[in-house]
């Protein structure tokens, strides 16, 4: 089985102004393609593992095969981690329900969190991700990962997450990072995540 490139539930453009159009083909399109094409093109040195869901290469990174593991990391979780991005991006969508809650109940309020995630986004160096997860204890947590390192690896849950490469945010931004950061809290799909948090048992406000 060859993992596709996910296809994307919106425009290239409905993330205006806030993340435009020409970045989100380049970034989709191409850069997404090219994490999606490398990571099939490994797999295919290794028949057996052709009923794996992508995911479960993260998840289990020590069993993979050694001679494509590098690879895997790479490319495998460049793929996982882009495809996940897509999902939680839509404007005008406010935050509410249970995340909402258990968000106040950790970082004392949405603000706090707000400036705690923005914190990790630009504290980055170089290439990488910021995350909003859930931890071994079902616990909101956040953590930064870098190049395509994923959650999954060391026993986290995703929820919310930030690409900070540059190929996604420089052709509006340029090097104003911050900007980026900072519009991006406009593009969440909040209702996604809530669905997400609720699915993974996350602990609501009783059980914090």
Same mark, same amino acid.
């Given at each position: 089985?060859?993992?596709?490139?996910?296809?994307?539930?919106?425009?290239?453009?409905?993330?205006? !102004?806030?993340?435009?159009?020409?970045?989100?083909?380049?970034?989709?399109?191409?850069?997404? /393609?090219?994490?999606? #094409?490398?990571?099939?093109?490994? %797999?295919?040195? =290794?028949?057996?593992?052709? $009923?794996?869901?992508?995911?479960?290469?993260?998840?289990?990174?020590? #069993? &993979?095969?050694?001679?494509?593991? +590098?690879? &895997?990391?790479? =490319?495998?979780?460049?793929?996982?981690?882009?495809?996940? $991005?897509?999902?939680?991006?839509?404007?005008?969508?406010?935050?509410?329900?249970?995340?909402?809650?258990?968000?106040?109940?950790?970082?004392?309020? $949405? #603000?706090?969190?707000?400036?705690?995630?923005?914190?990790?986004?630009?504290? &980055?160096?170089?290439?990488?991700?910021?995350? %909003?997860?859930?931890?071994?204890?079902?616990?909101?947590?956040?953590?930064?990962?870098?190049?395509?390192?994923?959650?999954?690896? +060391?026993?986290?849950? !995703?929820? %919310?997450?930030?690409? &900070?490469?540059? =190929?996604?945010?420089?052709?509006?931004?340029?090097?104003?990072?911050?900007?980026?950061?900072?519009?991006?809290?406009?593009?969440?799909?909040?209702?996604?995540?809530?669905?997400?948090? /609720?699915?993974?048992?996350?602990?609501?406000?009783?059980?914090?």
């Amino acid at each position: 089985m060859k993992f596709e490139l996910p296809k994307l539930e919106y425009e290239y453009d409905s993330l205006e !102004p806030f993340i435009d159009e020409a970045t989100m083909k380049l970034h989709h399109d191409k850069h997404h /393609q090219t994490y999606t #094409d490398k990571f099939n093109e490994a %797999l295919e040195k =290794h028949p057996e593992l052709k $009923f794996k869901d992508a995911e479960e290469f993260l998840i289990n990174l020590n #069993d &993979v095969p050694e001679d494509i593991r +590098i690879v &895997v990391r790479n =490319h495998g979780g460049g793929y996982v981690n882009h495809s996940f $991005f897509w999902e939680i991006l839509k404007k005008n969508v406010e935050i509410s329900g249970k995340i909402k809650i258990a968000i106040d109940k950790k970082f004392g309020s $949405f #603000d706090n969190f707000k400036k705690e995630f923005s914190t990790n986004a630009l504290g &980055v160096f170089g290439s990488g991700w910021a995350w %909003l997860v859930l931890n071994e204890k079902k616990e909101l947590e956040i953590i930064k990962t870098q190049n395509q390192d994923s959650p999954l690896t +060391i026993g986290k849950i !995703p929820l %919310l997450v930030i690409d &900070v490469w540059e =190929h996604a945010y420089y052709l509006k931004y340029q090097n104003r990072r911050a900007e980026y950061v900072e519009n991006f809290f406009n593009v969440i799909n909040w209702g996604h995540i809530e669905k997400n948090f /609720q699915m993974k048992g996350g602990k609501n406000e009783n059980k914090i």
